[in-house]
């Protein structure tokens, strides 16, 4: 290959990787620390197949009534084997928080992927978000579990 031919091809895997959407192989989640092997990286679709149901309520964010679906935290924890207490959950805007186990699965928390139908993108708070039934559960409905509420999630690690 000559170089202007090899600087052609460069350019157009910059072109290529820049232009093309999240797909399925690619890695959106990463769950380290007190799991299966130590570290777990899923791709949307594995994160769907672990099962989804809905959750419709209000939101601190969002206008009248939402439907999001998702996979529930209690079986989300259990795929990826977490044996700990506590989620750190670390946001791609660098945002982060700890979450007791106990309170994400008694709460019935999902890790949304579709808000309204559609999945989300970064800046509609995708593409996982960690949502509580804020309508349904008085509990959750204040400032320690609103901002348990992390949505762009791009780590978890279980401790
Ligand atoms: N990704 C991400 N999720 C987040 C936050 C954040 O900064 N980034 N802030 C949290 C906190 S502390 C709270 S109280 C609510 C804040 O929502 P608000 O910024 O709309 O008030 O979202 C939570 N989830
Ligand atoms: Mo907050």
């Known amino acids: 290959m000559n170089i ?18 999240a797909s399925a192989s690619d890695t959106i989640l990463s769950v380290t620390g007190k799991v299966t092997d130590g570290e777990i990286n899923l791709t949307l679709e594995q994160v769907e197949a672990m099962g989804s149901t809905s959750i419709v309520t209000t939101t601190p964010w969002h206008d009248g009534l939402t439907t999001f679906e998702g996979v529930p935290m209690a079986r989300f924890l259990d795929a990826v084997g977490a044996q700990g207490t506590t989620a750190y959950v670390h946001a791609l805007n660098d945002f982060s928080i700890d979450i007791p186990l106990s309170d994400l699965t008694r709460f019935d928390a999902i890790m949304a992927f579709k808000t309204d139908g559609e999945y989300m993108g970064i800046a509609e708070k995708g593409p996982l978000f960690i949502v509580f039934p804020y309508d349904d559960v008085r509990e959750v409905r204040n400032e320690l579990f609103y901002a348990r509420s992390v949505w762009q999630i791009h780590t978890i690690e279980i401790e």
Do not use: D, E, I, N
């Not at 090899?6 to 959407?21: D, E, G, K, Y």
């Open 4 to 21: 202007r031919c090899l600087a052609a091809s460069v350019a157009a895997s910059v072109l290529l990787v820049f232009a093309t959407p």
